[in-house]
């Protein structure tokens, strides 16, 4: 088997050598080099060495010229001024790594508000999973959106497959629906002339150090009559004592999407907030 590889190999070597030399239409350049050892000169075992006959005899030997190495640079500066150097470099590399801007979400400056840390809502238990949040969302959006009856039926189910959500919580999910279509805030929702669910924004505002881009997504806002209406749904699952103590952070948060809208668009804007 061996001897078998060892033809083989032998068979592309010679193949490839062909290929190379006659692929050449008017001139053939062969580079070559003569090693030298201990012992004497080494013979020449590289891929070109069957051409070494033919090129003794028609061969033209082009001497290439040979230059010295450079050597190392000379250093003409003392080490103080080698130091110097660096820590300019050092300085200059720390002043680039200072971010020009900061990006942070709606969520982050919230929860940076002593305020609210205070009364901790956003690390509060109490919810029934991210499941069950996302799925009431997607379906208040999709009612926002124009899905009614049947249509609005089918998307319940397939959200309720998506999230996980069992049979049994089925008839809550659509409950809530029906209270948020009956409710004030939807209403209000429905007479503007913009509507939009599950809006994002972003803003850039300046600060004392740095310019930030302030990011989040509002569940829904509408315009009418020259003024926003932003609504924030909360499916916290706690008593009114509970919710009351949460409830500054959420105004805080639904607040600044408010705020956000009247910066970007000019018009005033109120933010409400609805425990589903």
């Known amino acids: 088997m061996m001897a078998v590889e060892t033809r083989f190999a032998d068979a592309e070597r010679?193949?490839?050598l062909y290929v190379a030399t006659t692929r050449a239409m008017q001139e053939l350049v062969v580079t070559h080099r003569e090693w030298a050892t201990t012992s004497g000169p080494k013979p020449d075992v590289s891929a070109w060495s069957p051409l070494a006959p033919t090129l003794d005899v028609r061969a033209r030997v082009i001497e290439l010229e040979t230059t010295a190495a450079a050597g190392r640079r000379v250093v003409e500066m003392s080490t103080g001024e080698v130091q110097s150097r660096i820590d300019g470099a050092r300085e200059r590399l720390a002043r680039a790594a200072v971010p020009s801007v900061h990006l942070r979400t709606v969520r982050e400056v919230t929860k940076a508000d002593p305020a609210v840390m205070q009364d901790g809502f956003l690390s509060a238990t109490g919810g029934r999973g991210a499941n069950w949040g996302s799925a009431v969302h997607k379906c208040i959006e999709a009612m926002g959106r124009g899905r009614t009856r049947e249509s609005l039926q089918r998307f319940i189910h397939a959200v309720a497959a998506?999230?996980?959500?069992g049979a049994d919580q089925l008839s809550e999910l659509?409950?809530?629906l029906e209270r948020v279509r009956l409710s004030k805030v939807w209403r209000r929702l429905e007479t503007g002339e913009m509507r939009h669910f599950e809006l994002p924004m972003m803003y850039r505002r300046a600060s004392a150090d740095v310019e930030e881009l302030l990011e989040g997504v509002a569940d829904a806002a509408a315009l009418a009559e020259n003024q926003w209406l932003v609504a924030d749904w909360k499916t916290d699952d706690v008593d009114v004592?509970?919710?009351?103590?949460?409830?500054?952070?959420?105004?805080r948060q639904a607040r600044l999407y408010a705020d956000i809208l009247?910066?970007?668009?000019?018009?005033?804007?109120e933010a409400s907030v609805e425990q589903l």
């Open 262 to 269: 009247e910066a970007m668009t000019g018009h005033t804007a």
């Open 14 to 16: 010679q193949r490839l």
């Open 162 to 165: 998506e999230f996980a959500i």
């Open 241 to 251: 004592i509970e919710w009351t103590r949460r409830g500054a952070g959420y105004e």
């Open 174 to 176: 659509e409950a809530i």
